[in-house]
């Protein structure tokens, strides 16, 4: 019996279940399985149904056999080639896959196009699930230039998504890695970096995770107003990391719209073991988030508007009126350098009162006093316990 034959035949009938999926696929089983689209060699596929995709050193061939391995929901391994792949569109990724990029550089030719993004298709956190990317440096071209406000990579109303040990390239107009509206989401290992100059007054974000409404995520807003209705995240945690942006990381709010979303707030953040630098403004600002648990990092705000709030090391501040006393607040172990205020908690707005609030344990320098290390305020108890302050 010829064994060899038959696994050839099986491997071939489940490309063809992919072809019937994506369309344009032919499958050819001869000592390998090959993936074809346009009559171009795009993958080949293992015994074990890994997917490894070809390097067509053509930004355009590369860009339709990118959204071709991944604009779909079914469940796949994509491991890509330890090459400069170039490509002329951002990979719109569904569900269900798993990309490996060790060595790999994922350059878009495009400089006003992202990398990656999805589709919005369901609420309740299901346009995107169970997504996993390793590795890899992922940039825009001339992104020094401050050409685009376009994010590297996007995910909306998703759930059970993990980056792990990239470098992805942003400037200073736009965000490495926005999330909006997702949850149960991991972010390690990777470096998240802003290149050109800044403007001194630039807010944006290297990492920002956001509430989805139509001010602060217009793409959100295209798929639909129900998409759009103040949708917040949780669970999401950012540890192990180096960051350096306008702003390093920031959960977000908005004002706009009479205040409308005021009252939607993020919850259960975690912000651990990172390097995290706000070049002109916050390095790490959490607007109407509770539950927040940050912990052994060094966090640096280099900005020169030392009398405003965009000077705060850790700016924690509410703009709502939302019960956030379910949840306790640490702060620990972390070395802290900021202007106005070292660590900052506090209501600025409206009458929301935090739970339990813990600062323990960190060195905290500020250029306005020590007396200005920590300002903890509107929390139902608060323990400060081990702390060295300094003036910077």
């Known amino acids: 019996m010829n064994f060899k034959k038959i696994a050839a035949v099986i491997l071939s009938t489940a490309v063809m279940a992919f072809t019937q999926l994506a369309g344009g696929l032919t499958a050819s089983a001869d000592d390998f399985t090959y993936m074809y689209l346009g009559g171009v060699k795009i993958a080949k596929v293992s015994q074990d149904g890994t997917i490894y995709m070809i390097n067509q050193n053509d930004a355009h061939q590369n860009g339709r056999a990118f959204n071709c391995l991944l604009n779909n929901d079914k469940k796949y391994k994509i491991v ?22 060790t060595g790999a550089t994922i350059y878009q030719v495009n400089p006003q196009k992202q990398l990656i993004n999805n589709n919005c298709t369901k609420l309740n956190y299901a346009s995107i699930q169970n997504v996993s990317i390793t590795g890899g440096k992922w940039e825009i071209a ?13 995910f909306n109303h998703g759930q059970y998504i993990s980056l792990n040990n990239m470098t992805i390239m942003t400037n200073y107009r736009s965000h490495g890695i926005e999330i909006i509206a997702c ?9 998240v970096i802003a290149e050109g100059t800044p403007s001194p007054t630039s807010l944006e ?9 139509p001010a602060t995520a217009p793409t959100v807003a295209a798929f639909g107003e129900q998409y759009v209705q103040g949708q917040t995240c949780s669970n999401i945690t950012v540890k192990n990391c180096t960051i350096k942006g306008a702003r390093g990381l920031c959960c977000n709010k908005t004002a706009t719209e009479n205040k409308r979303f005021y009252n939607c707030y993020h919850k259960n953040i975690i912000v651990k073991d990172n390097n995290i630098t706000g070049v002109t403004s916050e390095a790490l600002c959490m607007h109407n988030t509770y539950g927040v648990d940050i912990e052994n990092n060094k966090i640096v705000s280099e900005g020169s508007r030392v009398n405003t709030t965009y000077s705060i090391g850790i700016n924690v501040a509410s703009f709502g009126n939302v019960n956030c006393t379910s949840m306790r607040n640490i702060i620990a172990g972390n070395t802290v350098y900021g202007g106005l205020y070292g660590i900052c908690v506090r209501a600025q707005e409206g009458s929301t009162k935090f739970g339990a609030t813990y600062v323990r344990n960190n060195k905290i320098y500020c250029k306005k006093g020590t007396k200005n290390c920590k300002y903890v305020k509107n929390c139902t108890s608060y323990t400060a316990t081990g702390n060295k302050v300094y003036k910077w």
Do not use: F, H, W, Y
Request: hydrophobic content about 35%; charged content about 25%; overall charge positive.
């Open 142 to 154: 001339n992104n020094s230039q401050m050409l685009r406000d376009t994010s590297t990579i996007r």
């Open 183 to 191: 949850r149960n989401m991991t972010v390690s290992g990777c470096r």
């Open 205 to 213: 974000e290297a990492i920002q995770i956001d509430l989805a409404s």
């Open 80 to 101: 890509l080639p330890a090459q400069r792949i170039e490509t002329d569109r951002g990979m719109t990724i569904g569900s269900n896959k798993t990309i490996v990029a």
